[in-house]
Every structure is written in C-alpha cells, then in structure tokens.
C-alpha cells in the first residue's frame, strides 16, 4: 500500500498499489487507521464491482441502505433528467450544498463509499471540508460562543430554502422522499467529539438550522457565516473524477458536496452509505 497525503490539505490521502478485494485484517486495520487519520482515502481508478463496493464498505460498519445507491440523472429506463423543475434534477442541485450526510434522520451517517461509472465531460467534481480543522482555526470568541448550542436538521429546511422541494407533496404537507419524514427533526450539538479520535469537530451544513434559543434570523446568519467560513482553502478539497474512482470518507468529520455540470449529459456515481453508531451518532432527542 502507498499512500500520499494530499498536497496543502488538512486531509485526504491518496492509496495505490493495494487491492480492496484482498486485504487481511492486518492491511485492513492499517487502511482503517489511515482512514481517521485522513479522513477522505481517494483509490484512482479501482473499478470495483459494486458488490466489492458493498463488502468493502462493510468492514467499516454496518450499511445504511441495504446496498450502494445511484447518485445520477439516468433513470431506470435510460431517460436523462435536465430539466430544472424534474425531482431527480432538484434533488441533485440541493447536494451542491455543503453537508454531511443523514444528519436529517434520527442517526448521522458514519461514512461512504462513493465511485464514479459515468462522468460527464467536464464539471461535475465532489468537494470535501474538514470541520475538525474549521473547529480549531476557528476565532476563539466564536468558538466558545458556539461550543454549548444545538442546531435542527432536515431536509425539508435545507431544499426549501434552496428552492428543491420535490414537486410531489401528501395532503398532509409531507414528501414521499427518504429523509423528507414526518418524525421530529434531529437536534444536534454544532460541536460534537469524534467517538474514535476524541477530537471535537463542528457540525453544520445546509440542513442545519434554528439554533435553539436564538430567533429564526439570528440563527440563520450565525451558521450561514460558520459554514461559508468552514468550507474555505485549506480546508476543501475538489476531486474531479475519473472512470473507476473509488473513495471512502468520514461524514462525521467532513462536509461534502457535488458541483454542477452539464445535466444533459449523462453521470451515474454510486453511493453506499455506512451507518453511524446509534451511541454515538443519535440525534439529542432520538
Ligand atoms: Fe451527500
């Protein structure tokens, strides 16, 4: 195995010369430490199949969904979707915001397993932000302010705001859609200790908001001006994608988020998204 950390980067590394099919518990629990330390392990090129995808995301925990997902405007049928009023189309744009994943359903994710099949001609690269490091470079005054809040997390928040709610709704104002769910929305602290490094990082994104105590403006502004901070150089990075790409990240350190590209050419990633612990990744009132 070789790994190279990125250049001018609080994280990230990129592996070669190992086979993610073929790792003892040894090489594994070495790939796993890298994997904390770094955070985002980027493999060029590996080409797994997606059932290798889905084991290889099970030595780093139980799955969220069953197994990997497509992240595409490809329908079952072949259809490219483009049109900017389409469902597929808005769900696709509202992951152009910085985010970690699942933090809108009752347990955040613990990480995932993403990889390119079919990429567009240009555009279309997955950024990363490192919230341990935005959490020790933040203003000191700032850092205490925040260190005791909490935040809500949904989706119906974070596509609403963006003009991406679907266009289908139920009678009774709810989405037939995975995390549009009717139960109460996720609190979160903005601080939260990482459960296998013991270092504090923020929580933020698109689908934070209301912090509790502060008034709906107040709020908004305070993490509009956290998380446009937060996602800034050295703390992004951008990888745009080549044909058989893998990569696995910590979604309880860093933000992620897609970047546009042209929706009428076709793209298909897949998704296999790595289930938090319930101990550690509950929502404070799940
Ligand atoms: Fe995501």
Redesign the pocket.
């Known amino acids: 195995m070789q790994a190279i950390n990125l250049d001018g980067v609080s994280f990230g590394a990129v592996v070669s010369n190992i086979d993610l099919e073929d790792l003892d518990e040894q090489h594994f629990g070495e790939l796993y430490q890298l994997w904390l330390d770094r955070a985002l392990l980027i493999f060029p090129e590996a080409h797994l199949t997606l059932e290798a995808q889905d084991t290889f995301a099970k030595r780093f925990g139980k799955l969220e969904f069953p197994k990997a997902v497509p992240i595409s405007n490809i329908d079952k049928d072949g259809k490219v979707h483009s049109a900017r009023n389409d469902d597929v189309v808005k769900s696709l744009r509202g992951?152009e915001g910085w985010?970690h994943?699942s933090t809108y359903m009752p347990i955040q994710a613990k990480g995932a397993v993403f990889s390119a099949e079919i990429i567009p001609s240009e555009g279309g690269s997955t950024g990363w932000a490192d919230m341990r490091a935005a959490y020790e470079q933040l203003d000191d005054q700032l850092r205490t302010k925040i260190n005791e809040l909490t935040a809500s997390h949904s989706l119906y928040y974070s596509q609403g705001r963006a003009g991406y709610l679907p266009s289908q709704q139920n009678e009774d104002g709810t989405y037939e859609m995975y995390g549009y769910h009717n139960q109460e929305v996720p609190l979160r602290p903005l601080v939260k200790v990482h459960p296998e490094t013991g270092r504090p990082n923020l929580v933020i994104g698109r689908h934070a908001h209301d912090i509790t105590g502060m008034d709906s403006q107040e709020s908004e502004s305070l993490l509009d001006e956290l998380n446009d901070w937060a996602c800034q150089e050295p703390r992004t990075y951008h990888h745009q994608w080549k044909v058989g790409d893998v990569v696995i990240w910590d979604n309880r350190r860093l933000m992620?988020r897609g970047t546009p590209f042209d929706m009428s050419e076709p793209r298909r990633m897949w998704h296999t998204r790595i289930a938090g612990e319930p101990q550690t990744e509950l929502a404070l009132n799940h």
């Open positions: 992951n985010h994943d992620h």
